[in-house]
């Protein structure tokens, strides 16, 4: 009966090492780690050979598995985490005061509804008769100027259902959360109330 023989992963298993290091040990020939016998392209060891070669160089410390970095209120996109936040504003069109309570009420629902479905989060609201403001985490995979599209058209259609054709001017504000966007917001929205001659 033959002995399995051991794969690069299967070898840092056995050696309590990571598979880096398994290659890293395989292509320096001076430390006497074993010659592997290849199948394929795979170098393979038998587990006599990696015990015997432990035997002679023993661990320096005891493993310790990594500790992986839990963050239970951030969702986890794949293998990475990420913390990603932006400060977006949309003015009225030609910053017409025409958000009523009622209407900046169905736009603050309609904003998280539509940062739900993207897999974002709506963490801070505020509106005026002329512009609303919201601070949004969102994935990594989705750019902040695709959020801004999406939350401003979920948030126009849910106004014209109130009777308003053209809520929102064509242009809109995106900041990451790291920056101090209050100057910029509003610098953004008085160039919004200048009329641009066509």
């Not at 880096?20 to 290849?38: C, D, I, K, T």
């Not at 929102?168 to 790291?178: C, K, L, Q, T």
């Not at 920056?179 to 953004?188: L, R, V």
Request: charged share 25%.
């Amino acid at each position: 009966m033959s002995v399995a023989r051991l794969t690069p992963a299967q070898a840092a298993d056995h050696l309590g090492i990571s598979v880096q290091a398994v290659y890293v040990l395989n292509s320096r020939p001076q430390n006497g780690f074993p010659e592997p016998e290849r199948i394929g392209r795979t170098p393979t060891w038998l587990p006599s050979e990696l015990d015997a070669w432990r035997a002679k160089h023993p661990a320096k410390r005891p493993r310790q598995r990594p500790q992986r970095r839990i963050e239970a209120t951030r969702p986890r996109s794949g293998t990475a985490f990420h913390d990603l936040a932006a400060h977006i504003a949309f003015v009225t069109l030609h910053r017409r005061a025409l958000l009523t309570a009622e209407m900046l009420r169905l736009a603050e629902r309609s904003l998280r509804e539509a940062a739900r479905a993207a897999g974002a989060e709506v963490e801070g609201f505020a509106g005026a008769p002329d512009h609303i403001r919201a601070m949004v985490r969102y994935p990594a995979g989705l750019s902040a100027s695709d959020l801004a599209r999406k939350l401003r058209t979920a948030s126009e259609r849910t106004l014209r259902q109130s009777g308003v054709s053209q809520v929102w001017a064509p242009s809109y504000f995106v900041a990451s959360v790291g920056a101090d966007p209050s100057g910029w917001i509003d610098e953004y929205m008085q160039e919004q109330e200048q009329v641009v001659n066509s």
